[in-house]
C-alpha cells in the first residue's frame, strides 16, 4: 500500500518496498554486501517475494507491534522486533540480517 500507483515511471531507490514480511523468508541481505537482496531458497514461479521484517528492525522500530498475516507454521504472531536475540534465529538467518543489526 506504500508502492504510489506511479511507481514504475518514479525513481525510487528503495528495494525494500517491493518485498512482503514472512515468518518464512524467501530472501535475506546478501551477506556480501549487506544491502542487495538475494534468494535464501528457491523461489517458485508466482511465489510472492518476501523478507523476514526483522532482518532489519529492532526493538525501537515504530511498527513494532505489528500484526503479522503471512500465515506459515512458524508465524510469531505479533512483529516485536527482539528475534534479532534468539539463538535459533541467529543460526537460522544470521548471513542474511542487514550489517548493522
Excluded: W
Excluded at 12 to 29: A, K, T, Y
Excluded at 45 to 52: A, K, V, W
Amino acid at each position: 500500500y506504500m508502492i504510489p500507483r506511479t511507481f514504475l515511471e518514479q525513481q525510487n531507490n528503495d528495494e525494500c518496498v517491493l518485498f512482503n514480511h514472512s515468518c518464512e523468508p524467501n530472501c535475506g541481505f546478501d551477506p556480501d554486501d549487506g544491502n542487495s537482496i538475494i534468494a535464501i531458497r528457491q523461489i517458485n514461479i508466482g511465489e510472492e517475494l518476501s523478507y523476514d521484517y526483522h532482518f532489519l528492525e529492532t526493538e525501537p522500530s515504530l511498527i513494532r507491534g505489528l500484526v503479522c498475516k503471512c500465515q506459515t507454521p512458524s508465524c510469531v504472531g505479533a512483529l516485536m522486533f527482539d528475534r534479532y536475540r534468539e539463538e535459533e534465529f541467529q543460526k537460522r538467518y544470521y548471513p542474511y540480517m542487514s550489517p548493522y543489526l
